[in-house]
């Protein structure tokens, strides 16, 4: 089954503690992306990457780190969690041509950081 | 840049009455225009998607949506709700080859949708 898959699904976790959320696609994918859910202010970009080794940072990529040494594979690193990145996070990946291409999203992750 | 303005956070109608949900973008080229809906505790689901030619879209569970570019508007509707549709309702535009954002998805801000019996 074609899937974009996310884990963990839930997590709670205290300030400054390093936590990495993966995000993994069966679909082969040249693009992956990262975005967070706010109340009121719908889903923002985080990160994305075009293909493996090739990442840019979105409209939020403050207190976030990503990685693509594997196509299949886009964690989501942050380094020191705080409050503020308490949110929903979802992945999404989508092939890369010349007009757009749909993108597909993973079941989101909630994150709470205490 | 791109931008996607919904204009209304909460919309309350009855179950079997229709539906209209509102959305206004802003994009330099010939937009690639989305709705997504997300039930409460889960993911996102695509409604429908409008890349070119018939301006008039269905989606998914009787939904549909009109794209107008002289009113920058994609609105979504649907002749007759059930309770089932009870959820948050997510416009989006995105970004093609040649932006300066590939692929990326612009949200509006959301509509949460409650439907009384």
């Known amino acids: 089954e074609a899937q974009v898959t996310q884990n963990p699904r839930y997590l709670i976790t205290v300030t400054g503690k390093k936590l990495t959320v993966t995000c993994s696609q069966n679909?082969?994918?040249?693009?992956m992306s990262w975005y967070r859910q706010d109340p009121g202010l719908g889903l923002r970009q985080i990160y994305y990457?075009?293909?493996?080794?090739?990442?840019d940072k979105g409209d939020v990529p403050e207190g976030y780190k990503v990685s693509r040494k594997e196509k299949r594979n886009f964690p989501l690193i942050l380094e020191s969690p705080s409050p503020n990145q308490t949110s929903l996070y979802f992945c999404?990946?989508?092939?890369?041509?010349?007009?757009?291409?749909?993108?597909?999203f993973g079941p989101g992750t909630r994150l709470t950081v205490l | 840049a791109q931008s996607v303005t919904q204009p209304d956070i909460h919309i309350t109608v009855s179950e079997g009455a229709s539906l209209e949900l509102r959305c206004n973008y802003s994009?330099?080229?010939?937009?690639?225009l989305f709705w997504y809906v997300q039930s409460p505790g889960q993911g996102l689901q695509l409604l429908l998607k409008?890349?070119?030619?018939?301006?008039l879209v269905q989606g998914i569970k009787g939904f549909e949506a009109e794209f107008k570019r002289s009113q920058s508007s994609f609105n979504l509707r649907k002749p007759s709700v059930h309770w089932s549709d009870a959820a948050e309702y997510f416009c989006?535009?995105?970004?093609?080859?040649?932006?300066?954002?590939?692929?990326?998805?612009?949200f509006g801000q959301g509509t949460i949708l409650t439907v009384h019996p």
């Open positions: 679909m082969n994918h040249e693009y």
């Open positions: 994009y330099g080229a010939t937009p690639y």
């Open positions: 409008y890349f070119s030619g018939d301006t």
């Open positions: 990457s075009m293909n493996v080794e090739v990442t």
């Open positions: 989006a535009v995105g970004e093609a080859a040649g932006g300066t954002s590939y692929g990326k998805l612009t």
């Open positions: 999404a990946s989508s092939y890369v041509g010349a007009s757009y291409n749909e993108q597909f």
